[in-house]
């Protein structure tokens, strides 16, 4: 369980790889046209998503494998970069955090 400067670094990255991904299949805005399930994959790639990002994801599921998070979380929890607990901890200025 992540906490403190690891629990933030990690959020960083999560929604950091949200920005990229949803900028790059969406570059003018969501469109329901391109995403009729409305779980922010466009419906045109999810065939192509395989179990190496988070996949399988089905094109009128939302939730494809009911795990209750929708297929774009899972597919950012799959492929944003890592993050090791105590990578921070010298860095860490927050108290309570990890720093001794």
Not at 7 to 29: I, M
Not at 36 to 45: K, Q, R, S
Not at 46 to 57: K, L, Q, R
């Amino acid at each position: 369980m992540l906490d403190g400067i690891d629990l933030f670094a990690y959020t960083c990255r999560h929604e950091a790889r949200h920005v990229e991904k949803n900028s790059d299949w969406f570059p003018n805005g969501w469109d329901y046209s391109s995403d009729g399930d409305i779980d922010y994959i466009p419906n045109v790639l999810e065939p192509y998503f395989g179990s190496n990002v988070g996949g399988p994801f089905y094109t009128d599921d939302q939730d494809s494998d009911n795990d209750g998070y929708p297929d774009n979380e899972d597919y950012t929890m799959f492929t944003q970069t890592g993050w090791t607990k105590g990578n921070a901890d010298t860095s860490d200025w927050a108290n309570p955090g990890h720093q001794s």
